[in-house]
């Protein structure tokens, strides 16, 4: 059974930073592109950043380049989401998705999301 | 960026009706492999997205036959025939085509 279980979520200050972490299981990490999705409280769904099944590329959202770094330790089937200098805006959910393969297509699994709160 | 436009993003349906929910998007979503990346996805009160459909028409595995997808080019349907209490939640479409970012629908709120 597929399993992602992310964590890291919790209360930052402005400009400080924070480190989410998803834990995958069930299926063969390595062979799969990797992405988080947001969702701001109350609104939509959000693309924040996807990462190759090797890390070698890495993929923003405009909103956060140069300041969040996904990552990708295939050894431990870990997926990270390094935030600095997070913003109000970034307030939100953040869903670890296992993301592409040629077989299985785009987002086929979602994690139960860890919610993440920018404020003073 | 490819825009992505739902509607309509409210739909009040009564159970056991039929309930239809478009997706537009500003360029085609044909991809140079032939493919054509949309994907549907469910969202049900306090739980996480599930994708129900991909490439347009593929139902995921554990999807109720009552959910089919169609569409072409940069306009496509997710139709919901005899609706269950169950169905209520968000849904939201996706394209995959052009990339990044990769851009999702507002949402549309299907109530009973």
Redesign the interface.
Known sequence: EVQLVESGGGLVQPGGSLRLSCAASGFSFSSYWM?W?RQAPGK????VA?IREDGSDK????SVKGRFTISRDNAKNSLYLQMNSPRAEDTAVY?CARW?SDRS?????????TLVTVSS | DVVVTQSPLSLPVTLGQSASISCRSSQSLVFSDGNTYLNWFQQRPGQSPRRLMYKVSNRDSGVPDRFSGSGSGTDFTLKISRVEAEDVGVYYCMQAAHWPPYTFGQGTKLEI
């Open positions: 992405s999705v939509g769904l959000e693309w996807s993929y923003y959202v405009e869903y592409y297509g785009y987002g086929d699994y979602w994690g139960q999301g």
